[in-house]
Structures are given as C-alpha cells and as structure tokens.
C-alpha cells in the first residue's frame, strides 16, 4: 500500500518508514479483516487448499455442493454452515476432524437448524418439515404493524373479474402521486425482509411479493395498501411449514402463464417444482413440498395467451435445466423432466408437431424450448388447467380461493398426499353435473374437506391406486444428524 496514505500517526506508531520500499509498504494478511472485499474470496479459496489436502472437491456445476473422492459424503456451504449427508458415522468425523485442524467447529448432531429453517426430521414416516417460527413476529414487529382488525386471506386484492372482450384489456395503470423517498426505502425494506421468507417456507406469497417489488422504486399510496394488506396476512397465517417426504427424487414441472394479468400489458408466468416419481396417464400425481416456485413477470409484451404460455416454458425449463444438473451431480440420475403445460397451441410448438407460421412472430428465444424437447431433457406434456398447480401463482385470486388451495402448497392437517386428475376442458360441456374428485368449474384443484380427525376424505377412491412412497436407495435406517460449524450434518 503506498505510504503517503497512511496518517502520520500510524506510520510513527508503526514505524513504517523504516520498512518502506519505492514509497509503498507490502503487508501480509493472515486473518480476514472485517469489512475487506475480498475477505469472502480468499477464506473460500483457503478453505478449498485445505479441504482439497482430505480429498474434498466442489462439484462442476453447482456452486456451494461439495463431494469426497472415496468417501459417502456430501454437504453444502452457505458462507459457515456446513449441511452434511453422509453414509457412516466415521465419515462425518472425518470431515469434523479435517475442519478442526483449521477452524473452530460447533456441532448440531440434531440437523434441527440450517440456514435459519428449522427442520423436523420423521426418518420413520420419511418426511422433513421446514418452518421459520418466530420470524413473522420479528417482522412485524420491527416496522411496528398492528393487528388487522379482521383475518385477513387474501395476500393482495384480487382484480374485478371481466367478461367478453373487456377481459382481454390491459390492467390499468396507477396514476396516483409517487411517495417520498423515507417512504418508498420503508417498502423496499419490508418487501427484501418478507423475501426470504416467502421463497423458503411461505410461497403463498409470492405473487404479492412480485408485483409490489415491479413498483417499488415508484411507490403510490395504492402500493402502501398492498404492502399493508400483505403484512396484514402474514398476521393472521404465522408459521407456515412446507413438508418433504421421501420420494423418486424426479423432477416435475407444473408451467403456466396468465396473459395481460399485469400492468402495463404485461403477463405473469409461474412455474412449480417439486420432486416425485413419473406421472402415469390417469392416475393421480404423487404431491410433495416444492423445491422452487416461479412466480415472475415476463420481460416481454407478448401478443397472446400461446406466447405467454410458451414463455412460461421457456424460463420454467431453463430453471429445470440448472436443477437437473444438480440433482445429478447429488446422484440422482434424470430421465426426461416431465412438465405439465395447460395450452395445447404451446405445447405442440413445442413438441414440434405444429406447422410454424403465426409463430414465427413470437420471441425466437422461446423457441430454445424445441429444442430441449428434442434433445430428451423434458417431456412437455398437455393436462387440463384445473389440475395444473403453477395456476396459483399466475394471477391473483380472491381470499376463498387462497383458504382452499392453501393445503396443496403448504403443510397442514387436511393437506393431501396426492392430486387426483382432472377431465378435460370439454368434458359435460353444455351439459348439467358436477365434476368427479372434488373438481369445480370456476377453478383449479378440487375442493378438500377435513373430517373430526383433520385427515383428507372424499376421494377414498384413489387409495388403492396410490403408489407407495419409497426411501432413497442410498438412505440408510440410522438416526437423522447435523453438523453446524456452522453446521448441519444429515445422516442417511
């Protein structure tokens, strides 16, 4: 560093004249020093030389996994958590024992905390639930928001349902003043706390999140509300839990879109992720928590329903495309990624079965969708809309829809295990009736009932047909643990 920086006090104090060279003195860091850029870089790459000495690597493809050569271990680095999974208590301490040579370690054998998710293990019944108790509380406490004085429901308002050609317009832009800055840094502030939230364990949220963060850095009064009214339904659904049970460990998409759903004639795409076994043609879907929600705006103005649902596919896919690397490289081989896609015009394009001409004015980047398909890596398949569980998170719907559908994506009594087919579209039409499997016309996925036990019931049909939900093949019948050092160590 050159010297002429440093204040006259530090260099008597240090007597760094003497130890000058050319007007700069040269300094050697043996610790991070707080506050330093770099420090994040060169603590990875000094644990990396250090790991790399025990036969620790970090894979290809994903950022932040890490392997043995040899050994039946993996675990994952958030900045100084450790979550490990590992085959073989000896090999959790082989890692603990390479750690400890170098840095301080503090252990959670329970694996009841990672990254600030609390989860509870039933290696009995195979299934993990992640919750962050607490955490809305913090929240609301922090920007002082009171009580509602009524449950809220519903997480944003819901628009005015149109009819005819009126349902085919624009939403309306807001036109009321922008609020000052205190004000609109206050939104930014709530929106970048509730995020996390929201993406790790309450994903009903989501579609609020994404259309107030859209208007932000131009914030009316109108978008106050909004973030009130969030606030308000964080108030009265605290604690939301996302269950995982032990599946297939195969990926499966659910894409959808919703055209002119936003201002500025823009169009929302959502997209599900979870991980199951292949769906069968009429039998129903093996349902568990998702591993990602897609709930954003497209970038482009498309000029209909079709090129709305095929951008959907497109960035739903190329999502799909990073989680089946890394699902292969935790070992986890993939076969054709199916995903379910509600517009039968998107899926022929493609699957390449329809003529191209009135397409070729839609985005070319869409197209990179075909050749995937081609390609082996995804299986886009049609299915009525009403069985399609991304529909959520394309639109925002009224409170009584958010209550029915709520058990689908997150964990609680009446939450089903499975999700029955629907018919199609044309299925009764013109005629009078009702849908089997709890199915209505007005909107997706059937209505759940609870009995005196909170168990699902009204569709006892489909037991005898659901498949059984098996362990990993690797996982073991020892005890759940977690590393902390921070870290977590998984047992299987």
Request: aromatic share 8%; with cysteine.
């Amino acid at each position: 560093m050159p010297l002429d920086i440093f204040p006259p006090a530090t260099i008597a104090q240090y007597n760094l004249t003497q130890h000058a060279h050319n007007g700069f003195v040269y300094l050697e860091i043996r610790k991070a020093i707080y506050g330093l850029p770099q420090a994040g870089i060169l603590a990875n790459k000094l644990l990396r030389q250090r790991l790399c000495q025990a036969g620790y690597y970090e894979v290809a493809h994903t950022p932040g996994l890490w392997k043995h050569v040899t050994r039946p271990l993996q675990f994952t680095l958030t900045v100084d958590d450790f979550g490990i999974k590992y085959v073989g208590k000896e090999h959790a301490h082989h890692l603990l024992t390479s750690l400890r040579n170098h840095y301080e370690v503090e252990e959670d054998w329970t694996g009841s905390l990672y990254c600030g998710i609390s989860l509870k293990w039933n290696y009995d019944q195979g299934h993990v639930d992640i919750s962050m108790p607490g955490y809305v509380d913090k929240l609301l406490a922090r920007f002082d928001h009171k009580a509602p004085a009524r449950p809220q429901h519903c997480p944003h308002a819901a628009p005015p349902r149109l009819f005819g050609k009126d349902a085919q317009m624009p939403l309306d832009h807001d036109s009321e003043p922008i609020l000052p800055p205190d004000r609109i840094k206050r939104i930014q502030q709530i929106i970048g706390t509730i995020m996390y939230y929201a993406r790790a364990v309450d994903l009903t949220t989501l579609v609020a999140l994404s259309s107030i963060a859209s208007e932000q850095t131009k914030a009316t009064e109108n978008t106050e509300k909004r973030v009130t009214q969030l606030l308000d339904y964080l108030h009265t659904h605290k604690d939301a839990t996302v269950r995982y049970v032990a599946s297939d460990m195969i990926l499966n998409i659910h894409s959808d879109a919703s055209y002119l759903s936003e201002t500025k004639a823009r169009s929302r795409l959502g997209g599900t992720f979870f991980m199951g076994g292949s769906p069968i043609n009429g039998k129903p879907i093996q349902l568990n928590g998702p591993i990602l929600i897609a709930a954003s705006i497209c970038k482009f103005v498309v000029a209909s329903a079709a090129e709305a649902e095929l951008g959907a596919l497109f960035y739903n896919c190329q999502d799909g495309t990073i989680l089946r690397l890394a699902l292969e490289e935790l070992g986890h081989v993939q076969p054709p990624t199916p995903v379910h896609c509600d517009n039968s015009t998107a899926v022929s394009i493609a699957n390449d079965t329809v003529k191209k001409q009135r397409s070729r004015a839609m985005e070319k980047n869409f197209f990179w969708t075909v050749e995937q398909v081609a390609l082996g890596n995804f299986n886009v398949t049609w299915h009525p809309g009403q069985e399609n569980l991304a529909d959520y998170f394309t639109k925002h719907f009224d409170a009584r829809h958010h209550q029915l559908v709520r058990p689908y994506y997150l964990h609680m009594p009446n939450s089903p295990t499975h999700l029955p087919r629907a018919l199609a579209p044309r299925t009764l039409k013109g005629c009078v009736g009702t849908l089997p499997n709890g199915y209505s016309r007005s909107a997706p996925l059937p209505r759940l009932q609870t009995d005196t036990y909170g168990t699902y019931r009204g569709h006892t049909s489909l037991a005898e047909s659901q498949p059984s939900v098996a362990a990993e093949p690797h996982q073991s019948a020892q005890q759940p643990s977690t590393i902390r050092p921070r870290m977590l160590l998984q047992r299987t």
